[in-house]
């Protein structure tokens, strides 16, 4: 059910430009992401540059955005479901930014994986990119078209790749004893793939904050708190 | 009936964030039940069917927008509706503490100075600041000057008033600020030691100082009083109160703890209102 106006068309007008710049700020971090990405599996050190330069536009945003959610609670002392929403946007734009970080770390590693040999056991890392990716844009999209029940899937989605980052890390663990000299190339793999489960977490966060803005649930932690 | 009395973890929640209360103090106790009121202008009913339980030594704010029926249902609780001709209950009772105040045998006279009133525009008598708040003990038979005395600090003190006027205590209260007219009122209300205190928009006249100092005042009197303020300030119900009641067209819509109405209300009529959608 869509809420109707407020009075005020200047709030209207604030949340509107608050949620629009969380949607750009996460469009912006999958482009990262995707150019992080291709920049590893095409070995190309200019889309890995890409997404390291991006990176500033992502910062200055989520400094926007505290900004404008500052301003927001200041000018017009939001209440109930536009409280949620400015408080769940201020912390969206937090976790989509650590999102682009992991990218810029994937940037970074990818360029240093292109110095040397391709290495096969780059295929490990595919499926992990995949179920991350897909969890992000879930996430945003849980917020976005205010989906609860989309938001609710991501908890099991984040267990599976905290379980594929583990496979992927054995693998490469025993391929580092099994071929030394690419120790250096595994260990960054493990590392990208541990920087893919972060983004997961992320993501996770960022359904746990839509399920907030939208229901009023808090979904955090309901395992350590049980 | 919608009472606050039927969420004990509420109550109990509520308790354990105050000061432990002494073992005479009721806190959470029903002071007020509102059962199935209607209440008319003449011909025009303006409440409909409240059931509203408010409990004692707390904060109970009433919200809703103007014509919504908070401040006459706030009057009905000491009988100031008796005062306008044509206006009566019509179906319902109110109670406190077990008493049905419209009931024939209730003194009127006792029932206010059990039930203050603290009005939207401050309203000292035309008298000293000390004649103010000594008034209603005059007219309850006290004379003896040193109890007088003694009462009328303890009131102004209560009202965080004293340390202002102590040195001045027989100008007039007219020299008072507003503010400080305001604490007077509510000084005087205190004096005659009621149980319950009315506050009708006590703010809406006061600069954001005063205001701050009226809301610091509730806060220290509630450990003591039940209070139940009308505002059309929904910063200041967020700020003051423990419980908050929503009224709409004469309904009472929703009532629950002002976290829960300022937060995630149950129904769609408030969050529009609190929000600034209604209209």
């Known amino acids: 059910m869509i809420a109707p106006k407020h009075i005020l068309g200047t709030f209207d007008e604030a949340l ?34 890409l997404a390291i330069a991006d990176d ?39 976790n989509i930014e650590r999102i682009a970080d992991q990218a810029v770390n994937t940037a970074r590693k990818a360029r240093k994986l292109n110095q040397h040999p391709a290495l096969s056991e780059m295929q490990v890392i595919e499926p992990i990119y995949q179920h991350a990716l897909a969890m992000f844009r879930d996430g945003v999209d849980s917020y976005a078209r205010e989906d609860v029940t989309l938001a609710l899937t ?29 120790l250096r190339g595994y260990l960054n793999l493990m590392f990208i793939a541990r920087h893919l489960e972060r983004v997961g977490d992320h993501a996770t966060n960022i359904a746990e904050d839509a399920v907030y803005a939208i229901a009023a649930e808090d979904i955090r932690h309901q395992h350590s708190a049980a | 009936m919608v009472s606050l009395l039927e969420m004990p973890q509420i109550v109990s929640n509520r308790v354990s964030h105050e000061t432990a209360p002494s073992p005479e103090q009721k806190t959470g106790e ?68 077990g008493i049905d105040i419209n009931s024939p045998g209730v003194d009127v006279v006792d029932l206010r100075r059990r039930v203050g009133m603290v009005f939207q525009k401050s309203n000292p008598f035309p008298k000293s600041i000390y004649d103010n708040i000594a008034y209603g003990l005059r007219i309850a038979g006290v004379t003896k000057r040193s109890r007088l005395d003694e009462a009328v600090e303890k009131s102004l003190r209560s009202a965080a008033l004293w340390d202002e006027v102590k040195d001045r205590m027989h100008v007039s209260g007219y020299g008072l600020s507003g503010g400080q007219q305001q604490r007077l009122c509510i000084a005087r209300a205190l004096a005659v030691e009621p149980e319950i205190i009315l506050m009708d928009e006590p703010c809406s006249a006061l600069d954001p100082i005063a205001t701050a100092k009226v809301e610091e005042l509730i806060r220290e009197l509630k450990t003591q009083y039940t209070i139940v303020i009308v505002t059309h300030n929904m ?33 769609r009529q408030t969050e529009d209102y609190i929000t600034g959608r209604f209209g």
């Open chain 1, 154 to 182: 991501m908890e099991a989605r984040d267990t599976t790749l905290d379980q594929m980052n583990a496979k992927a890390s054995q693998r490469l663990i025993e391929r580092m004893a099994q071929d030394p000299e690419q």
């Open chain 1, 16 to 49: 509107a430009s608050l949620r629009n710049n969380v949607l750009m700020m996460s469009s912006l971090a999958e482009r990262s992401l995707g150019n992080a990405f291709s920049g590893l599996f095409q070995r190309d050190d200019d889309l890995c540059a």
């Open chain 2, 30 to 97: 029903s002071m007020i039940e509102i059962e199935n009121l209607d209440f008319a202008y003449g011909t025009n009913r303006v409440l409909h069917d409240i059931d509203l339980s408010i409990p004692a030594r707390a904060v109970t704010a009433f919200i809703g927008p103007s014509g919504c029926g908070k401040t006459t249902l706030l009057r009905c609780l000491n009988r100031m509706n008796d005062l306008i001709d044509g206006a009566r209950i019509t179906r319902g009772s109110i109670h406190i503490e």
């Open chain 1, 56 to 94: 500033e536009e992502i910062d200055q945003l989520e400094k926007q955005i505290d900004k404008d959610g500052i301003d927001l609670l200041l000018r017009f002392q939001p209440v109930a479901s536009d409280l949620r929403r400015v408080v769940s946007a201020m912390k969206l734009s937090s």
């Open chain 2, 235 to 267: 910063q200041q119900a967020g700020r003051c109160s423990d419980f908050t009641a929503f009224f709409y067209l004469g309904r009472l819509i929703e009532v629950d703890t002002t976290s829960k109405i300022f937060s995630n209300p149950s129904q």
